[in-house]
């Protein structure tokens, strides 16, 4: 639906194979380089950065169905200094969606729904986000393609009172998230009470471990602690969907684009109390042509899964930029300037 790098996209037109079907793409790269022979001191030092943005949506429409999917994938990495030092990663993300919807009845604003959601990453990423090992403590990946990956399947009601707004309400969703790498999934927190991306950790009692997570433990980490390679959850999703154009030049042609969602979920079976959320809002400024200028922003928040911390603002950080891991929102910000052309 949106990405937060920034990147020169190339979009088409919706290609229209029949009166049901219709077909979208676009794709983007993004390349930047500077070189510094001798430089003075102070001035900086060498760069190159490149990345790639492609997104293909299909829509199959008739009276009463709709089925709506997209596939989104952003990979982008950077160099700095000389040197042997690897490329360290910017922004990389497999996000694949997709959206039945059934009409009660024709002309009804009510349906039956189905919204399915798939994410994960490309490649491996090392301490301090680089693409291999950079000598330091940890030489495994900490994370890499369906290591981890979060599925959430969520049929339910739909309520679309106009082209803009969707809401789907699902009160029976599945929410897996799952690590195919044992060494991933073994990975914790300092104190040894959580794994990192959110799949069941903890204990050593085989019969508590199951009686909590409602899943079987995959092993014991070296610390004789168990851990399972995938998480069951069940609750409720509420999910928002807005999108709306501003502004008609005298062409006729609005200038102002929004496109944003909002997805709450709670799970019944573990803390049902602590809400899941991700917010994504994206909104482009079309200046002259292909030509736009992007806000883009994301909101995260899950309970079960630690994101990386700065306590206390100071400069004596970790190998990541961050002291340490924990619970808490995650924030994503960005303005991109595009050129949009048709293919």
């Not at 070296?222 to 609750?235: A, C, E, M, R, T």
């Not at 340490?324 to 960005?334: E, K, L």
Request: glycine residues 6%; without cysteine.
């Amino acid at each position: 639906m949106m990405s937060f790098a920034s990147y020169s996209n190339a979009q088409s037109d919706s290609l229209k194979i029949n009166d049901n079907w219709k077909f979208n793409a676009s794709v983007g790269l993004d390349f930047a380089q500077m070189l510094l022979i001798n430089p003075k001191l102070g001035a900086g030092e060498n760069k190159i950065a490149f990345g790639a943005n492609s997104i293909l949506g299909a829509l199959y429409k008739n009276e009463r169905f709709t089925w709506k999917s997209t596939l989104n994938i952003n990979f982008a990495v950077q160099k700095l200094g000389r040197g042997n030092k690897p490329f360290q990663k910017t922004f990389d993300e497999i996000r694949l969606t997709s959206l039945f919807n059934y009409l009660i009845k024709k002309d009804s604003k009510l349906g039956y729904a189905l919204d399915i959601s798939f994410l994960t990453q490309t490649t491996p990423t090392f301490e301090g986000n680089f693409l291999s090992y950079n000598n330091t403590p940890i030489t495994h990946s900490l994370s890499k393609f369906l290591s981890p990956a979060t599925l959430v399947v969520s049929p339910g009601l739909s309520y679309k009172p106009n082209d803009n707004f969707t809401l789907l309400l699902s009160p029976a969703s599945y929410k897996t998230i799952f690590v195919t790498d044992d060494s991933i999934a073994r990975l914790s927190n300092a104190d040894k009470t959580q794994s990192l991306h959110g799949t069941p950790f903890g204990g050593t009692d085989r019969a508590a471990f199951i009686n909590k997570w409602h899943v079987k433990p995959s092993g014991f980490t070296s610390d004789g602690i168990l851990y399972s390679k995938n998480s069951l959850q069940f609750g409720a999703t509420l999910k928002l969907l807005y999108q709306q154009k501003f502004l008609k030049d005298s062409k006729g042609k609005e200038r102002i684009a929004l496109l944003s969602s909002l997805t709450l979920f709670s799970d019944y079976l573990n803390k049902p109390q602590f809400i899941d959320l991700e917010f994504l809002v994206n909104t482009d400024f079309y200046i002259y042509k292909g030509l736009s200028i992007s806000i883009a922003a994301s909101v995260f928040y899950d309970y079960d899964v630690l994101i990386q911390k700065n306590n206390d603002n100071d400069i004596n950080t970790g190998i990541n930029g961050y002291e340490s891991t924990g619970r808490g929102i995650s924030f994503i910000q960005s303005l991109l300037i595009k050129y949009n052309f048709l293919f």
